[in-house]
């Protein structure tokens, strides 16, 4: 949510990836990436990362941006449907420092951290229908996310364009470890407060321009509305936050 855009890296990357993971048992592919991103915090500046990106996938591995997952056996449903499954892994860089604003100052640093989880998502001819369930595993904020969303991808030429909508349920630990005001952290301008469990709103939409079969252009942008849990903390001075990315990527 607040973290360095996993979701947008790796929907990137599977996006333009496709295609070759499609024709060939194993795929990689290398490319450099810029993240643009805004997060809800009152007066924090924007952020602009620039990211070095690896695509790794065979029939039972794979590596996308910071998301790896292993490869589970398929349900087959019919000739148009059919179940996947995967475990996944990946680090989650939200949190902050004392110094990213004002709003922070005497308050400990949040911590980002590895999570893990599993997934399914039942992949149909009118739209593809996902969820998984990661938790933190490095114990910093002992959170845990439960994701539903749907996809669909049209494809006209070179340009394939994929919009999704996600709803992201983050449990009271996340919220209020990232979003929460401990008792001796509270100040007058910033009273205590304990976050609750929250539903956040995903909209985005994914754009792929691919010359050849090697090369690729990626833009993802996405917007995320946020639960009332979250909008009502006292270091939270907007209603959404947004990402930005773009990328080139090589295939081999």
Known sequence: MVAVPRRVIVASLLSVSFAAGAEEATAWGLGVGVASTQKPY?????????????????????????????????????????????????????????????????????????????????????VNIFTDWTHDISGNSSGQRIRLGAERSWQWGEVTLTPRIVANRYNRNYVDYYYGVRDDEARSWRPAYQGDASVNTEFGLNSVYRFNQHHALTLDVEVTLLGSEIKDSPLVDRTNENRIFASYIYHF
Request: no cysteine; aromatic share 16%.
């Open 42 to 126: 009152t007066d924090i500046d924007r952020k602009y990362t620039p990211l070095p990106l690896l695509y790794f996938k065979n029939d039972w591995f794979r590596f996308a941006g910071t998301q790896a997952e292993i490869i589970l056996p398929q349900l087959q449903l019919s000739e148009t449907q059919q179940l996947n499954f995967g475990l996944i892994a990946n680090y989650d860089g939200s949190g902050y420092d004392e110094d990213d604003s004002w709003i922070f100052d005497g308050m400990d640093k949040r911590k980002g951290g590895f999570w893990a989880g599993a997934k399914i998502e039942w992949q149909n001819e009118v």
